[in-house]
């Protein structure tokens, strides 16, 4: 496997040796993988705020694999929400709100973030009853998908990892034999081809139908998927305006189509969970991570 050029983004944490990365599936599963991330903080000595992992809404499914180390769930406060989470693999359906979980001490993993109208392809899969849940994979997945699942945990890097994933899927997406137009890297493109290829099926029929169809394929409704899609475009020209010190939020929701600024501080922050004056911390501090490989 062409290792290097499946690289996307890559971060290393300032005075730590922490890690994170965004990588990008085989070509034919574009439509299928959105992409996969690796995060390690082995050998990092952190503080407690640094331990932190801020995730936005997404409409993504994860597999999680822990290779090291463990986590907890958190509220967007900090607290500790106490109930069982599964281990040392995660299946999370798409969540409608940003989550934070937190690592105890060192940690070693590895995720698989899937479309959810490609799982429900996949799998056939209610991916509506699987919104904001959190479960072990042994709960969703049958046994073709289980013996996957164990031969990643128990890989011996990241390529492999990737290449195990990518060996199982393959197969599968191609027997589909479903004409699937690409989808390109960001949210709102996929939504609007979602919206277009559940138009096509349902010609004919209300737009109710057509939603409903969308909701059975990705979960949520056609409206979520959009605003999910324009958060993440609005944060990516937010990251690239602040990085050229031109940020004005003023034209950014302009050109993002918001009806003012204070629309797209409302959608910024029911997407990340934070307000856009909090941008650089987004882009700067460790638990942030997730935001600053995004692309």
């Known amino acids: 496997m062409q290792w290097d050029n499946r690289l996307i983004k890559e971060r290393?944490?300032?005075?730590?040796?922490?890690?994170?990365?965004l990588w990008a599936p085989h070509g034919e599963l574009a439509t299928c993988v959105r992409a996969y991330v690796t995060r390690s903080t082995l050998a990092a000595k952190l503080g407690e705020l640094?331990?932190?992992n801020y995730f936005p809404a997404a409409p993504t499914c994860a597999i999680t694999w822990f290779m090291q180390?463990?986590?907890?769930?958190?509220?967007?406060?900090?607290?500790?929400?106490?109930?069982?989470?599964?281990?040392?693999?995660?299946?999370t359906g798409p969540h409608t709100q940003p989550t934070v979980s937190a690592n105890p001490g060192e940690v070693d993993v590895f995720i698989l973030l899937i479309l959810p109208d490609a799982?429900?392809?996949?799998?056939?899969?209610?991916?509506?009853?699987?919104?904001?849940?959190?479960?072990?994979?042994?709960?969703?997945?049958?046994a073709d998908w289980l013996l996957m699942v164990n031969a990643v945990l128990h890989a011996v890097n990241n390529a492999d990892r990737i290449q195990i994933i990518e060996d199982f899927l393959l197969p599968r997406?191609?027997?589909?034999?479903?004409?699937r137009v690409s989808t390109g890297s960001a949210f709102q493109h996929w939504a609007h081809v979602v919206a277009?290829?559940?138009?096509?099926?349902?010609?004919?029929?209300?737009e109710r139908q057509i939603d409903r169809r969308i909701k059975d394929w990705?979960?949520?409704?056609?409206?979520?998927?959009?605003?999910?899609?324009?958060?993440?475009?609005t944060l990516l020209q937010a990251r690239a305006a602040l990085a050229a010190d031109q940020l004005k939020w003023a034209d950014i929701a302009a050109t993002m189509g918001f009806s003012d600024q204070a629309h797209l501080s409302r959608e910024f922050r029911r997407i990340t969970g934070l307000s856009p004056c909090e941008l650089k911390d987004l882009f700067t501090h460790e638990s942030h991570w997730m935001y600053q490989i995004w692309a």
């Open 12 to 21: 290393h944490g300032c005075g730590a040796p922490t890690s994170a990365a």
């Open 50 to 52: 640094d331990r932190l």
């Open 69 to 91: 180390g463990d986590y907890a769930h958190m509220d967007l406060v900090g607290k500790l929400i106490h109930h069982d989470l599964p281990r040392p693999v995660m299946f």
């Open 119 to 142: 799982l429900h392809a996949l799998t056939g899969l209610d991916i509506a009853a699987l919104v904001d849940r959190y479960c072990a994979p042994v709960d969703v997945l049958d």
């Open 173 to 179: 997406w191609r027997a589909l034999g479903q004409e």
């Open 196 to 206: 277009s290829r559940a138009e096509m099926h349902a010609q004919g029929r209300s």
């Open 218 to 233: 990705t979960g949520l409704p056609l409206r979520q998927l959009r605003c999910m899609g324009r958060a993440e475009s």
